[in-house]
């Protein structure tokens, strides 16, 4: 990490507070609004990532996946 950025732990910690305080959903919403003003943006196509879930300790985690691969 870049060193202007600070220590890895001070980084770490104003992202998670970020988050906490929901600076980045209000980033987020105010860059969609002005892309959707200057239509840059548009509701007709639509994708959700959900690449992080997180999960209690012990909870037990589905082996389902949305596709299959072949061995090859």
Known sequence: MPERYGSYATAWRRLKRWSEEGIWAKILESLRDSAYQDDKFSMDIVCVDSTF????????????????????
Do not use: M
């Open 53 to 72: 879930v997180e999960t209690k300790k012990g909870e037990k985690i589905p082996h389902i996946t949305a596709t299959k691969r072949r061995k090859v």
